[in-house]
Each structure stands twice: as structure tokens, then as C-alpha cells.
């Protein structure tokens, strides 16, 4: 483990931490507007889709686009701005009353909307798949009318925008049967704190050599206590390499208290809480290997890359199970290592090896770092984005 690295900054304004009048202001200070809508903010979907990316838009030197997010008790409010904006994100925001007439303003004075979203909830066709892939219980009624009814209505929310904008291509394949114009794709990104932070803990780690100490530590940051059938593909691995090698331990932090076949080595197995998303770079930074295991199924192949360059941005080797995007993100071998379902014993081992030696680890982890701070850094999704915008932004 590596266990010399910077404190995280204390005391992080987080991104959601304005007034209504104040993104207000800065929204229409830009040339072009555009409003993301959102129902309220939260660490998942919200800070990747919509506050990152505001933000980034907002810093961009010299952008003649600036943005503004609104949650639920705002939208009223915001449809009294709607014939100075150019365009409105929805994003992931079921429809209801307030959306109606928001997108009842929007029409009367032409202003586009583009959907977004990151996950397969917006065809009520896989609503099943999508309870199956989260461990729902399909007995209850009660879990029925809660997926039908959600991807139902954000179904309603998509059937109102005539653009979308998503994750990976994938999902973007998917949403462009929906709307007249088509999706595309605008990636994550990690925001300025959390990447500014980030390359603080890869530096400490550069000057150190990578040398660690103690038993070689595999983390699983879970976010979800969904991810329970997700961590069984890698968990017999994780049980088999315990069995064999008393120099490994593992760090789960999240929502996870199902081990599965881990379950015998629980003394071995350190728990962390939720915590802040600029913290949370820290635990990373301090175990050797990142584990992103994933089921197979129609709702994790699209998946985003989040896993892989947020551990990749402060120099940790990660191993993963293959989707799409996970696939264009790592050079396999070279950058990180992809594993099949059978495949998690051989990449474990292969990675804890790596760890031992830190001439090599950091030949591997150096490159991928460097990577993660290019691809997905915190300006860079502000030209996807206004790629994506400048069509109805033009007509406008």
C-alpha cells in the first residue's frame, strides 16, 4: 500500500455549492446559454453529466458558451428565462408538471431540448434487464411499479427533445432511435479539483519510486450497494489469490457487505465508507491495484470509463472486466488489464506481481496516468459538448 501521500484539500467547495442567482448570472454572461436541468444534485449521474461539465464550460478561456444546472424547485423559475436561452439539457430528469412547462416554453419560442443520459433507463423494454442487473427483487410489486414508472417517464422526457447527448457510442446508437437529430457522444471527465488533486497524489507517488509497504492491497470501489453480482465475478478470484498469498489484503469502499466467496477472508478485508469525491481519490492512490468487475449484461456493457481514469489519474494499476468503452480506454497489458470471466485469477496474480516490482509497476501506471490527465481531463469535454450544442446553438 502506498501510504505517504498528500492530504486531501481541506474543506472542497463542491460544484453545487451556488445560488440560483448566481448561475443565472454566469449562464447569461456567455454569448450562447444553455440551461442543464437535473432533479437534484448528487455525487453519481449529476456530477459527471451536469456539474463537471457546467463547470468546465465556465472556465474554458475565451468560450462564447456558458451553462447554468436547475433542480426541481427551480424549473419554474428557469421557465421565466427560457427566450434567453439557446438551448436546455435535460438531463436525466423524468418528466412530470414542472418539465412540461418548461418544455411547453421551450416550444412556444423555439429553443431546443437534447436529452442526456448515462444508462439504459429510458426504454421501459429494459426494465427487467435493468432490476435483474441491479438485484431487485422481482417478487415485490412494488419494484415493478418504481422501474416502469421511472423509465417511463424519462422515456416521455426524451420523446420531447430532438437531440441527445450521452456516455459512449453505444448508449448514443441506442438514443439516436429516439430523436430527429440524433446523439452524441460527450465523455466524463474528472472536474478541477479532483483531477488538481489527483496529479498532487501521482507526483508523491513518482517521488517515492512507487515503493510500497505492507501486504500489496486490491480495491473495490463499489459507489452502490447495487454492485453485488458486479463484485461476484471477481470475488472466487480475489477468495483463490487470498488462499495462496498472505502478503495481499483487500479495501472495499462503498456500499458493499455481500464478500460472496471472499466472505472466508473477511479479517483481510478492510471497510471504508462513502466518502467525498476528492477524498475518495486518495483511497485509491493508496492500494496498488483497482478492480472494475462487471457482470455481463445489456445494461453494464454501457458502462462508461470512469472507473478506469479515475484510478489511472493517480497512478494505480486497475484490472476490468471488458465493455466498449473500458476496452477503448485501456491498452490491454500496457495501461491496465482487461479480464474475461475466466480470466480474473490469471490478471490478479499477474497485477499483485506487477505491484512487487516498482520499476516496472511505475513503467506501466506512468503512461496511463499521464493519459487519464490528458483524455479525460476536466477542459477537456468542453469541445465535445459544443460540437454536440452547435447545431441548434447555429440555428438559433
Same mark, same amino acid.
Given at each position: 500500500?502506498?501510504?505517504?501521500?498528500?492530504?486531501?484539500?481541506?474543506?472542497?467547495?463542491?460544484?453545487?455549492?451556488?445560488?440560483? #442567482?448566481?448561475?443565472?448570472?454566469?449562464?447569461?454572461?456567455?454569448?450562447?446559454?444553455?440551461?442543464?436541468?437535473?432533479?437534484?444534485?448528487?455525487?453519481?449521474?449529476?456530477?459527471?453529466?451536469?456539474?463537471?461539465?457546467?463547470?468546465?464550460?465556465?472556465?474554458?478561456?475565451?468560450?462564447?458558451?456558458?451553462?447554468?444546472?436547475?433542480?426541481?424547485?427551480?424549473?419554474?423559475?428557469?421557465?421565466?428565462?427560457?427566450?434567453?436561452?439557446?438551448?436546455?439539457?435535460?438531463?436525466?430528469?423524468?418528466?412530470?408538471?414542472?418539465?412540461?412547462?418548461?418544455?411547453?416554453?421551450?416550444?412556444?419560442?423555439?429553443?431546443?431540448? !437534447?436529452?442526456?443520459?448515462? %444508462?439504459?433507463?429510458?426504454? /421501459?423494454?429494459?426494465?427487467?434487464?435493468?432490476?435483474?442487473?441491479?438485484?431487485?427483487?422481482?417478487?415485490?410489486?412494488?419494484?415493478?411499479?418504481?422501474?416502469?414508472?421511472?423509465?417511463?417517464?424519462?422515456?416521455?422526457?426524451?420523446?420531447?427533445?430532438?437531440?441527445?447527448?450521452?456516455?459512449?457510442?453505444?448508449?448514443?446508437?441506442?438514443?439516436?432511435?429516439?430523436?430527429?437529430?440524433?446523439?452524441? /457522444?460527450?465523455?466524463?471527465?474528472?472536474?478541477?479539483?479532483?483531477?488538481?488533486?489527483?496529479?498532487?497524489?501521482?507526483? #508523491?507517488? /513518482?517521488?517515492?519510486?512507487?515503493?510500497?509497504?505492507?501486504?500489496?492491497? !486490491?480495491?473495490?470501489?463499489?459507489?452502490?450497494?447495487?454492485?453485488?453480482?458486479?463484485?461476484?465475478?471477481?470475488?472466487?478470484?480475489?477468495?483463490?489469490?487470498?488462499?495462496?498469498?498472505?502478503?495481499?489484503?483487500?479495501?472495499?469502499?462503498?456500499?458493499?457487505?455481500?464478500?460472496?466467496?471472499?466472505?472466508?477472508?473477511?479479517?483481510?478485508?478492510?471497510?471504508?465508507?462513502?466518502?467525498?469525491?476528492?477524498?475518495?481519490?486518495?483511497? !485509491?492512490?493508496?492500494?496498488?491495484?483497482?478492480?472494475?468487475?462487471?457482470?455481463?449484461? #445489456?445494461?453494464?456493457?454501457?458502462?462508461?470509463?470512469?472507473?478506469?481514469?479515475?484510478?489511472?489519474?493517480?497512478?494505480?494499476?486497475?484490472?476490468?472486466?471488458?465493455?466498449?468503452?473500458?476496452? %477503448?480506454?485501456?491498452?490491454?497489458?500496457?495501461?491496465?488489464?482487461?479480464?474475461?470471466?475466466?480470466?480474473?485469477?490469471?490478471?490478479?496474480?499477474?497485477?499483485?506481481?506487477?505491484?512487487? %516490482?516498482?520499476?516496472?509497476?511505475?513503467?506501466?501506471?506512468?503512461?496511463?496516468?499521464?493519459?487519464?490527465?490528458?483524455?479525460?481531463?476536466?477542459?477537456?469535454?468542453?469541445?465535445?459538448?459544443?460540437?454536440?450544442?452547435?447545431?441548434?446553438?447555429?440555428?438559433?
Amino acid at each position: 500500500m502506498f501510504t505517504d501521500l498528500p492530504e486531501a484539500p481541506h474543506e472542497v467547495k463542491d460544484l453545487w455549492d451556488s445560488s440560483m #442567482a448566481e448561475r443565472v448570472g454566469t449562464m447569461l454572461d456567455g454569448e450562447r446559454r444553455v440551461a442543464f436541468v437535473y432533479r437534484t444534485p448528487d455525487t453519481s449521474t449529476f456530477r459527471y453529466r451536469v456539474a463537471n461539465t457546467v463547470d468546465a464550460i465556465n472556465h474554458v478561456p475565451g468560450a462564447r458558451l456558458r451553462a447554468g444546472w436547475f433542480c426541481d424547485d427551480e424549473l419554474r423559475a428557469l421557465t421565466r428565462i427560457v427566450p434567453e436561452l439557446d438551448a436546455i439539457v435535460v438531463a436525466r430528469y423524468p418528466y412530470g408538471a414542472a418539465l412540461r412547462e418548461l418544455v411547453q416554453k421551450a416550444d412556444v419560442h423555439d429553443v431546443p431540448l !437534447i436529452f442526456d443520459c448515462d %444508462d439504459l433507463v429510458f426504454d /421501459v423494454g429494459f426494465a427487467e434487464l435493468v432490476m435483474s442487473s441491479l438485484g431487485k427483487d422481482q417478487d415485490v410489486n412494488a419494484e415493478w411499479d418504481v422501474w416502469f414508472a421511472y423509465m417511463g417517464r424519462l422515456n416521455a422526457s426524451l420523446a420531447a427533445c430532438r437531440g441527445a447527448t450521452t456516455t459512449n457510442p453505444l448508449l448514443a446508437s441506442r438514443l439516436s432511435q429516439y430523436v430527429e437529430n440524433g446523439a452524441a /457522444v460527450v465523455p466524463n471527465v474528472m472536474n478541477r479539483t479532483q483531477q488538481a488533486y489527483s496529479r498532487e497524489l501521482l507526483d #508523491a507517488k /513518482v517521488a517515492s519510486g512507487f515503493r510500497g509497504t505492507g501486504p500489496v492491497t !486490491i480495491g473495490y470501489f463499489s459507489g452502490t450497494p447495487s454492485h453485488v453480482r458486479d463484485f461476484a465475478v471477481a470475488s472466487a478470484s480475489l477468495a483463490r489469490l487470498l488462499d495462496e498469498d498472505d502478503e495481499v489484503s483487500v479495501r472495499i469502499v462503498g456500499y458493499l457487505d455481500d464478500l460472496g466467496a471472499l466472505e472466508p477472508h473477511r479479517e483481510r478485508v478492510e471497510f471504508q465508507k462513502f466518502m467525498h469525491y476528492v477524498e475518495l481519490q486518495r483511497s !485509491i492512490a493508496e492500494v496498488e491495484v483497482n478492480i472494475a468487475p462487471l457482470s455481463h449484461t #445489456a445494461f453494464n456493457i454501457c458502462k462508461s470509463d470512469l472507473k478506469f481514469f479515475e484510478a489511472a489519474a493517480v497512478g494505480t494499476w486497475t484490472v476490468a472486466s471488458h465493455t466498449p468503452s473500458l476496452d %477503448d480506454a485501456i491498452d490491454d497489458g500496457v495501461t491496465g488489464r482487461l479480464a474475461k470471466a475466466h480470466e480474473w485469477d490469471a490478471a490478479l496474480g499477474e497485477a499483485v506481481e506487477l505491484a512487487r %516490482d516498482p520499476q516496472a509497476y511505475a513503467a506501466r501506471v506512468g503512461p496511463a496516468a499521464e493519459k487519464s490527465h490528458s483524455r479525460w481531463a476536466w477542459d477537456s469535454v468542453a469541445e465535445p459538448l459544443t460540437r454536440a450544442l452547435e447545431p441548434y446553438l447555429r440555428s438559433r
